[in-house]
Every structure is written in structure tokens, then in C-alpha cells.
């Protein structure tokens, strides 16, 4: 069981959490100029890395904030915790 | 037919109201006999969702109106007695008052908040209080409850929104002990899930 640090309440169970995939997947401007495979690029693709990996996670048994981690996915240590908006922070 | 029904429920007074956990009222009482551990439900406690900017004047303008500054810090209370303010989120709050307390406190938000983004709803039948007290409290809860609940880290004047035996409750921490929000559809749940976690700690005299 991970132990996340929720930027607004602090560390919790990680059973309170929901995963929300790879953050920084910005909405396309114009979605009706793309194409089908653009369209499908951003609706399904997505990295799969092993290591450091930003990704959204929501406390909806807490504040039900959505916020980014950066965590190892080999280790799944979380390297980092940071609210939406703010830029991902540098981490080793 | 239809008209008849409906006039009969709007019909039933006040006073016919049934908490979601009356039902455990003596099994409650039982259960608190030891001495080491209280348990009980505070029925129909007023609760009033409250969401706005904190950085807003209205938040300002309704801090002062209801007399308790909104807490912004996360996971704490402001306030007391009459009303408290549980920090639920960045920008989302719980009034707590007593019964009968909500068209007034609602009407006294709706005009601080002026024409501003701001929400109030009144949730009172939403959830019931649990009081869980006493020495044993802590390790009752510790049974189901993933928090660090010792008091140099949650003690009084923090809250909590989060999972006691998997069923979602803002905990509540006082001097004396506990107070749980429990949903209303989940305080059988919470009740029989209480009182089994206490079996332990009832003490001889609930015990034997």
C-alpha cells in the first residue's frame, strides 16, 4: 500500500486516492482540425516509462482535489507532489 | 390519490423525524458502560456546504457575518460552541450548528455572499454525528481508520475527511474525543462496525 502525500491534507492511505494517468496532456486547440490518428494520439497514447513518471492522482476520500505526482514506476516511490497549475518540479 | 399522499408526508411534524442511527441508541449505551469509551449519536446537527474563493471578499464578508473566519488552513476547525467551520477543501467548507439552526445560517451566508461565485447548501440530512469519547477512543478507531489520530498530530481543532473501515466519515477531534459525519446511508454501517471494533474496550461491565 503507497503512503501519498495529498498537497492539501498531507500523507494518506493510498486507498483514498483514484489515478487519473499521465498528467500534462494538454487539450489539443483546435480538436476538429485534427485528424483521426492526431484525435487518437491524444485521446490513447500515452508514455509508459520505467522511472519517473508525472501523473494526476485525485483524493476523493479526502479534500477530492486533483493534483500531480511524480513517481518511479519501478520503485513507486513519489518523488515529488505538486497542485494543478504549478510546473513540475525538477526531481533527480 | 397522488395529492392525498403527498399532503399526508408534508403533514408529519418535525417531531416524527427518525435519526439514521436511533436505532442503536442502547446498544450505544451499552457499549459506553465501561467507562473507557462513550459512544452516542448527536441527531440532527445543522451542516451547511459552504464553497467560495478563499482569496474572495466574500469569504471575507461571510467570516465576519457568521462571526467565525473560515480556516484556512487544511484539516482544521474554527469556532465553537454555537458554530464551527470544518475545512473540507481549499475552497470548500462544513458549518456545523444546532438543529433547527439552517434556513437562518443559510440566509445569513446567501446575503454575505452577495452576487459572488459562491455555494451554500444546506446538507444537514446529508450525514449524523457519531460521538466516539473516552480513553479507548483512539484505539477504537485505530481499528479501521488509517490516520495518525494521536493528538501532538490530530488533536483538537483538526478535522479530517477520510475512510473508517472503508466507509467515507469526516472525523472530527475534540478534548474528549471524536466526532464522526457519517452519511446517513452508512451510519448503520458505521454503528455495527463501532460497536464490534469496541467489544474490546467496553469493559467488564458491557462485557460480561
Known sequence: MLLIPCPWCGPRDEAEFHYG??????????????????????????????GLFA????????????????????????HAVYRVGEPRPVTA | MAD???????????????SPAAA???RFEAASAGGGLRLAEIPFLTQVNLRVDPKSPAAERIGTAIGVPLPVEPGTVAGGGDLEALWLGPDEWVLL?????????????????????????????QRTTLVVAGDRARDVLAHGCTLDLHP???GPGRCAQTTL???GVVLVAGEDGFRLL???SFAGYVAEWLLDASVEYAGPAAGA
Open chain 1, 55 to 78: 501523473e494526476r492522482w485525485s483524493h476523493t476520500a479526502g479534500c477530492r482535489r486533483w493534483f500531480n505526482a511524480v513517481r518511479d514506476t519501478a520503485t513507486n516511490e513519489i
Open chain 2, 182 to 184: 457519517v452519511r446517513s
Open chain 2, 24 to 26: 442503536y441508541a442502547a
Open chain 2, 165 to 167: 473501515a472503508r466507509a
Open chain 2, 4 to 18: 392525498s399522499t403527498v399532503a399526508v408526508s408534508m403533514a408529519v411534524p418535525i417531531a416524527g423525524r427518525r
Open chain 1, 21 to 50: 494517468g499521465q498528467a500534462h496532456v494538454a487539450y489539443p486547440e483546435n480538436p476538429a482540425a485534427l485528424s483521426d490518428e492526431e484525435w487518437a494520439r491524444y485521446l490513447f497514447f500515452r508514455d509508459n516509462p520505467k
Open chain 2, 152 to 154: 501532538r498530530v490530530f
Open chain 2, 97 to 125: 450548528a444546532p438543529d433547527g439552526a439552517a434556513p437562518g445560517l443559510v440566509a445569513r451566508l446567501t446575503e454575505a455572499a452577495g452576487g459572488e461565485h459562491v455555494s451554500v447548501v444546506d446538507v444537514s440530512a
